[in-house]
C-alpha cells in the first residue's frame, strides 16, 4: 500500500464513521435527557429517503440535508409527544418508529421514483468532488492527508462532536440536560422544565439521527436503497454505549466501529485471509459493546433517570 | 353501564375476564382494537394522499387474507394465512412471556433466527439424518413415527439453543446488571451475522456449490407433515396452539408463572414483594428469559421445517420485530397473542395482493407500526376514550355514576 491507498482508505473509514456518529451522538443527547430513543435506526431511514428527496429535485445537496433536519425533527417530535406528552413506553415508541420507517420509505420510494430497490442516483451530492472540502496544503503530509478531500459531512460530524461537548458539560443548559437525565426529581425543585427540556433533547436528537441518515444517501452513498440504514442506527446505539454516553467517547468508539467497516471490506475485497468469515468481524460492535456494559472491560453506565418517564406528582 | 357490561361480556366469551390487571380494567381490551382500528385509518389516508383508491386497497387486502371464505384461492391464502401467523403467535408469545415478568425481551429477532439455524443443522447432520431415514425405511408403513421423532429432535434442539441465546441477555441482566433492551438488541445482531455472514454461507453450505445457494436442505423426515395437502399448510398452526396453550398454564396455573407475574406486577416499584416473599428472582429471571428464547426459536423452526427446508440466503430480519407488535396488540396474553397473530398473519397474506394496485406489500409494516405507535400512546386513547364515555353518560344517565369510569 503506498501512500495514496492509505489516504483514501481512512478517507473511506471516515465516510463509514459519520453516519455511526450522527446517530451515536443522536442517543447521548436524548439520553442524557433520560429518553432513550430505540428508534434512531428508523429516523436514520427516513432522513435517508427525504434527504435524497430533496437534494434529487433541487439538485443541490444542501436543500437535502434540510430535508433530513426537518424529517428528524418532526419524527423526534412525535417520539417525544408520544413518551414525554403521554409517558408512553419508550422501547414501544421506539420499535413503532423502526416499523413504521420500513413499511413507509419503501411505499413512498415506489410511489415517488416508481421504483423498488434503489432510488435514482444521485449527480449532486456532497461525495462529489464539486461539494468537497478541499484543503490542498494538508494533501503533502503523509497521513492528514487524508483529510485534504473530505466531504463536507465528515467535518460536520466533527464539530457537532464538540458542539455537543460544549453543550452537554459547558453551558447551563446542558447542565440542566445532564440534570434531567440523572434526577428529574432534583430539577424540578430547582425550578426546571423536565418536560421542556426533554422535548429539547428528543428533537434536537432525532435531527441529528436525520442528517445521520441523510448522510448515507447524499454523502456516503449517492442514492438511497431499500435497505437502508441497514442497521446502522443500532450500531450507532453500540457506539453511543460504548463512549459512556459522552459525545467524544461516541466519536472514538464510531471511528473504531468504522475501522471494523473498511477492514472487513479490504477482507472481501483484497482476499487477505479467506478464512475469517466476514460474520466474524461484522459482530465486533455488539460484542464489544457488551462486554463494556458487563464490565468486562472498563464499566458503561447509563443516566441514572434514563429511560423512565417522569410523574410530576409521583413521590 | 351498559358499555362496561358489553365489555364484560365480551371478556367472559373468550374466558379472559377476573384476570390480573383486566379486573380492575375493563378498558384493556378496548386500547389494543382502538389502536389497530385507528392504525388501519391512518393507512387508508397514506393511500389516499397518494392519490390512489383506499377502498379498492383495502377490498383486495382482506379479500385476499384468508380470512374471508369463498373465492377460488381461499383454501391456499387461508393456508398461508395460518403459516404465517404460526412464526408470529411463536414470536408474539415470547415477547409476551416476558412482558408478564416485567421484562422487555426485543430478542426475539435473534432467538428466531438461533432456533431456525439449529433446527436446520440437526435435520441435515447426516448422523441424525441418517439414523431417521433408516428408521423410516425399517418402520414402513408405522415410517410417520420416525419423521415424528425426527421433527421433533430439531425443534427441541432449536428451541434449546435459541432459549440458550436468551438466557445469556438473561445472564448479563442478573449477575452484570446489563439492561434487558440493550443486552438483547446486540444479542441480536451478534446471532444475525454470526448465522447469515458465516454459518450459512460457510460452514454449512454444500461445498460444490456458490454462496448463494443457502444451507444444505434438510431431510424429508425432519420436514412438518402438511396437512391440508393441495396447500402448503403444515402442523406448525396446532403445534404453535398447544405452546400458546402451555404458556398460559405456565402463567396461571403453576407456581413459577405466579412467581413470574409477581416480579413482572413489582418491576417497576423494586420487586420488594416477592423479594420478601422469598422468591428468588434471579433465577426465575433466568427461567423466564430461556422459555422466552425458546418460544421464538420454536417460530424460527418453523421457518425452516414447515417452509424453506434450508438456511436460504434470502432471509430478512422482522419476524421478532412483528412479535412485538403481536404481544402489544394482544396485550401479553396467550389468547390474545393467537388472535393478534392471527390478525397480522392476515394482513401479510392480503398485502401481497395490494401489489395489484401498485402498493407495495411492506404496506403492512405501516399498519402494524401505527398500530404498535397507538399502544405506546394508550394512556391517551384511554383519556379520551374516558372523556368520550363521561360525556355519553352524563347526558343520559344522573352524574353519580362518574366514580365508577374514573
Known amino acids: 500500500m503506498n501512500i495514496l491507498q492509505i489516504n483514501l482508505t481512512i478517507a473511506q473509514m471516515l465516510d463509514y464513521t459519520m453516519p455511526i456518529l450522527f446517530a451515536a451522538l443522536c442517543g447521548v443527547l436524548s439520553e442524557s435527557a433520560g429518553v432513550v430513543n430505540i428508534g434512531l435506526d428508523g429516523i436514520m431511514r427516513f432522513g435517508a429517503f427525504f434527504g435524497l428527496l430533496g437534494a434529487f429535485f433541487s439538485h443541490s445537496p444542501w436543500i437535502g440535508l434540510l430535508f433530513g433536519i426537518a424529517i428528524g425533527c418532526l419524527v423526534g417530535a412525535l417520539h417525544a409527544f408520544i413518551t414525554i406528552r403521554w409517558n408512553g413506553d419508550q422501547t414501544v415508541s421506539g420499535t413503532a418508529i423502526n416499523v413504521i420507517a420500513v413499511g413507509l420509505m419503501t411505499y413512498l420510494l415506489e410511489y415517488v421514483f416508481s421504483t423498488t430497490g434503489y432510488s435514482p442516483q444521485l449527480q449532486n451530492y456532497f461525495g462529489a468532488q464539486a461539494y468537497r472540502v478541499h484543503l490542498p496544503f494538508l494533501a503533502k503530509i503523509p497521513l492528514l492527508g487524508a483529510f485534504s478531500n473530505l466531504s463536507f459531512m465528515i467535518w460536520f460530524g466533527f464539530i457537532c462532536t464538540v458542539l455537543m461537548h460544549v453543550l452537554l458539560y459547558h453551558t447551563v443548559l446542558g447542565l440542566r440536560i445532564r440534570t434531567c437525565g440523572e434526577n428529574p426529581k432534583a430539577a424540578t425543585t430547582l425550578g426546571i422544565n423536565v418536560f421542556r427540556i426533554r422535548w429539547f433533547a428528543v428533537v434536537a436528537g432525532a435531527a441529528l439521527a436525520g442528517i445521520g441518515g441523510a448522510t448515507l444517501s447524499i454523502s456516503s452513498f449517492s442514492g438511497f436503497s431499500d435497505s437502508m440504514p441497514n442497521g446502522v442506527g443500532f450500531i450507532g446505539l453500540a457506539a453511543m454505549i460504548f463512549g459512556k454516553w459522552t459525545p467524544f467517547g461516541a466519536l472514538g468508539a464510531a471511528l473504531l466501529f468504522g475501522t471494523g467497516q473498511i477492514v472487513q471490506s479490504i477482507i472481501a475485497v483484497t482476499g487477505i485471509a479467506p478464512k475469517l468469515a466476514p460474520g466474524l468481524t461484522l459482530i465486533l460492535p455488539y460484542v464489544l459493546t457488551l462486554a463494556v456494559l458487563a464490565g468486562f472491560v472498563g464499566k458503561s453506565v447509563a443516566p441514572a433517570a434514563d429511560g423512565l418517564p417522569y410523574y410530576k406528582e409521583q413521590r | ?406
Not at chain 2, 87 to 115: C, D, P, R
Not at chain 2, 361 to 376: D, H, L, P, R, W
Not at chain 2, 378 to 394: E, G, H, S
Open chain 2, 1 to 406: 353501564m351498559s358499555e362496561s357490561n358489553f365489555t364484560t361480556k365480551f371478556l367472559k366469551a373468550f374466558g379472559i375476564d377476573n384476570k390480573g390487571r383486566n379486573r380492575r380494567d375493563p378498558l384493556n381490551i378496548w386500547v389494543p382494537l382502538i389502536s389497530v382500528g385507528l392504525a388501519l385509518i391512518v393507512g387508508m389516508i397514506v393511500i389516499a394522499a397518494s392519490g390512489r383508491n383506499p377502498f379498492r386497497a383495502y377490498a383486495l387486502l382482506f379479500g385476499d387474507s384468508g380470512l374471508i371464505p369463498g373465492g377460488a384461492a381461499w383454501r391456499r391464502e387461508f393456508a398461508e394465512l395460518l403459516i404465517k401467523s404460526a412464526m408470529y403467535i411463536a414470536t408474539g408469545l415470547s415477547v409476551a412471556l416476558a412482558f408478564k415478568g416485567g421484562l422487555f425481551n426485543i430478542g426475539a429477532e435473534g432467538q428466531f433466527w438461533v432456533g431456525a439455524i439449529v433446527a436446520t443443522f440437526f435435520g441435515y447432520w447426516a448422523p441424525v439424518a441418517h439414523t431417521f431415514g433408516a428408521m423410516y425405511v425399517a418402520l414402513g408403513s408405522f415410517g410417520w413415527i420416525a419423521q415424528l421423532l425426527h421433527g421433533a429432535i430439531c425443534i427441541i434442539m432449536g428451541m434449546l439453543a435459541g432459549g440458550a441465546w436468551a438466557a445469556v441477555a438473561g445472564y448479563l441482566y442478573v449477575k452484570r446488571g446489563v439492561n434487558i433492551v440493550i443486552g438483547t438488541i446486540m444479542l441480536n445482531w451478534i446471532a444475525w451475522f454470526l448465522i447469515t455472514s458465516w454459518l450459512a454461507i460457510g460452514p454449512m453450505t454444500p461445498p460444490s456449490q456458490t454462496f448463494t445457494s443457502g444451507t444444505f436442505y434438510v431431510a424429508d423426515t425432519a420436514k412438518l407433515l402438511r396437512i391440508m395437502m393441495p396447500t402448503r399448510l403444515n402442523t406448525s398452526i396446532l403445534l404453535v396452539l398447544l405452546a400458546a396453550y402451555a404458556t398460559w398454564f405456565l402463567l396461571y396455573k403453576t407456581t413459577v408463572g405466579y412467581e413470574i407475574r409477581a416480579i413482572g406486577y413489582t418491576a417497576n416499584i423494586g420487586m420488594e414483594a416477592p423479594r420478601a416473599q422469598g422468591i428468588n428472582i434471579g433465577r426465575r429471571i433466568l427461567q423466564l428469559m430461556f422459555f422466552s428464547g425458546a418460544l421464538a426459536a420454536l417460530g424460527g423452526s418453523f421457518f425452516i421445517l414447515g417452509l424453506q427446508y434450508q438456511f436460504p440466503n434470502t432471509a430478512t430480519m422482522g419476524y421478532g420485530w412483528t412479535g412485538i407488535g403481536v404481544a402489544l396488540i394482544g396485550q401479553s396474553e396467550p389468547l390474545g397473542v393467537v388472535l393478534a397473530g392471527l390478525f397480522i398473519g392476515a394482513l401479510r397474506t392480503g398485502a401481497t395482493s395490494m401489489q395489484i394496485a401498485n402498493i407495495p406489500k411492506t404496506f403492512s409494516n405501516i399498519i402494524e407500526g401505527m398500530a404498535v405507535g397507538f399502544i405506546a400512546l394508550q394512556v391517551a386513547v384511554r383519556y379520551y376514550l374516558v372523556k368520550i364515555l363521561q360525556r355519553r353518560r352524563t347526558r343520559t344517565d344522573p352524574p353519580a355514576d362518574q366514580e365508577a369510569i374514573a
